[in-house]
């Protein structure tokens, strides 16, 4: 499957809107210095330079999947990395090749296009999906030096046309083949992820179908990112440091240039790019889920002087009104650390209250208030939740 970035529509006008507020597309082309509201705290961008490598297991999914020994090694390397950091690389995850790089090409001519154009999908206030520049439209500091494209997808939703109805209605037709490239990627994360929560089932003692029941009817968000050329990389940031609200985060990351960096032992280390491998860490809702047995890590994104960056993520989430909620039964049971909450409560407060840090959670249930953490958990599995 081949996408070719020239084929996306230019604006019909060959020129940028005189009235598009918050230009941030000028910002990227700026030779020397970067604006104050883009400049970090230096506690937050140092290091960037010396930087090592994270040593993260490669799990091999398609082996988990055909074999009670490869599920087992499979949920070995998991549960290690998940107590620890909760970020490992997945291989064997079915996603076709050429659909993943019609993807990340997709993405490279979608940010190449007239911020006027790109502004027909802007975000609305207090939302998730929609264009970005740098989230000026939520922060008046700090801001990150990225464009981002957010939108949702329904595992098995209405007429299985979810993303690509979406980039018509924003976008315009011309956008159609566009959005039907990310509806079929949309569709193999969705799967990936799955069998991905199969695994982590296992590693857990829950079994296979656990965590896929939990989140088979859920709705997802994916989001491409593009961080480009930046004058002073070590002043700013492509994305501060935080924790994923979501359950898991998927990442497919372009070619050889790296840029996440995971917050370990006080150290940041590098996740680098590897041909044909998935990143994937545990977000917040997970950590809950697993009553904290699984770590939701600190992690950002540094940007290059020289070099642009492009990725997609993936975020599983489960369905909006969905209870999240430690299983009934654990094989090792502890107090309730979080109380019961639904994803909507949560994307709600990381939207519109609270910027996402590694306390997010902790602020989440002081914003919840009642019923203690301590609760006892309800004897409902998730497929009533």
Known sequence: MEIARGRIPADPNGIESKNVTNNVLDLWRLKKEIPAPFVWPHADTHPSSTTTK???PVVDVGAALRSAAGMRHAAAQVAAACASHGFFQVTGHGVDPALARAALDGAGGFFDLPLATKQRARRAPGTVTGYASAHADRFASKL????????????????GRVVVDYFISTLGNDFKYLGEVYQEYCKAMEEASLAITEVLG???????????????????????????????????????PHCDPSALTILLQDGGVDGLQVLVDGAWRSVRPKPGELVVNIGDTFMALSNGRYKSCLHRAVVHREQERRSLAYFLCPRADRVVRPPPSSPAPTPRLYPDFTWADLMRFTQRHYRADNRTLDAFARWLGPPSCSAPPSSNGPALA
């Open 54 to 56: 994270l040593d993260v």
């Open 144 to 159: 990150p030096w990225k464009e981002t494209l957010s939108f949702g997808h329904d595992h098995h939703g209405g007429n």
């Open 202 to 240: 296992v590693s857990l003692g829950l079994g296979r179908g656990y965590y896929r029941d939990f989140f088979a009817d859920g709705s997802s968000i994916m989001r491409c990112n593009y961080y480009p050329r930046c004058p002073e990389p070590d002043r700013t940031l492509g994305t501060g």
